[in-house]
């Protein structure tokens, strides 16, 4: 199912094709630098594809296979998916995140992905806020956040990792997306 399009970029389930790029991505070490850390192993990228990104979508909010539909390449994972804190489900809230695999990275994708999804959220979804992390050294996605109109609200200082955390409430937002 094809949740959502832009000019330059397709949105829907992840699909057994998929597997190969995805596996590809988990297992670069620029990628996963701030995104967990190490590069996953074959293995352990391919039960987390199969396990997390395989299965439906439910409620429209998860992180959808990312199509460069020029190519009709896979190039990453974005969407948003239900806010969770200390208590459960923030109800009307939700996290944007995208992902792109590194020969895709300053090309614009990830502003024109994520503006698709602000939109998608407030006027598909009826979300009230959207919020996202970044982990600290990451300057280009919170360059990204911040054309995208996120402002941070809190700095998060760990031993191993640390993050800044940005939210967007919802208001009239740049729309060229269109959703299915």
Same mark, same amino acid.
């Given at each position: 199912?094809?949740?959502?399009?832009?000019?330059?970029?397709?949105? @829907?389930?992840?699909?057994?094709?998929?597997?190969? #790029?995805?596996?590809?991505?988990?297992?670069?070490?620029? !990628?996963?630098?701030?995104? +967990? +850390?190490? #590069?996953?192993?074959?293995?352990?990228?391919?039960? *987390?594809? @199969?396990?997390?990104?395989? #299965?439906?979508?439910?409620? @429209?909010?998860?992180?959808?296979? $990312?199509?460069?539909k020029q190519e009709s390449r896979y190039i990453g994972y974005c969407g948003v998916y239900p806010h969770i804190g200390a208590a459960g489900l923030i109800p009307e809230e939700g996290v944007l995140a995208f992902y792109l695999a590194r020969p895709y990275w300053r090309l614009g994708l990830a502003?024109? +992905? +994520?503006?698709?999804?602000?939109? !998608?959220? !407030?006027?598909?979804? *009826?979300?009230?806020?959207l919020v996202? %992390?970044?982990?600290?050294?990451?300057?280009? %996605?919170? @360059?990204?956040? $911040?054309k995208l109109g996120f402002t941070q609200f809190d700095f998060e200082q760990g031993q191993r990792r640390s993050f800044h955390h940005f939210e967007l409430n919802n208001r009239a937002a740049p729309h060229r997306a269109r959703a299915f």
């Open positions: 199912m094809i949740v959502l399009e832009t000019d330059r970029l397709l949105f @829907r389930d992840h699909q057994l094709d998929d597997l190969e #790029p995805f596996c590809a991505m988990e297992a670069d070490a620029e !990628f996963r630098r701030f995104v +967990g +850390g190490q #590069p996953r192993t074959r293995f352990a990228a391919e039960e *987390k594809f @199969r396990r997390v990104y395989l #299965p439906a979508i439910q409620h @429209r909010m998860g992180l959808w296979a $990312t199509i460069l502003t024109e +992905g +994520g503006l698709a999804f602000i939109a !998608f959220a !407030f006027w598909e979804l *009826k979300l009230s806020r996202a %992390s970044v982990e600290i050294g990451n300057d280009a %996605s919170m @360059r990204v956040l $911040t």
